[in-house]
């Protein structure tokens, strides 16, 4: 009984191939989720997104 409860209590790699997978797809999700409200919020605005991005004065500046 004790040995199999040693045996279940072997230390575990933390970084796998499935724990780095889930870390990119988590990644790509919050980049979305931020791109995508920004976009919507500009789009409410009346605003282009895409030319305020690429100019540099988005956020607010405008100096």
Known sequence: MQDQIIEDEK???FITVKSITFFILASLVCFAYYFFINWGLMKVQGL???YLWSSGEGGGGGH
Request: charge should be positive; aromatic fraction near 34%; glycine fraction near 0%.
């Open 48 to 50: 282009d997104f895409f």
């Open 11 to 13: 230390p575990r790699r």
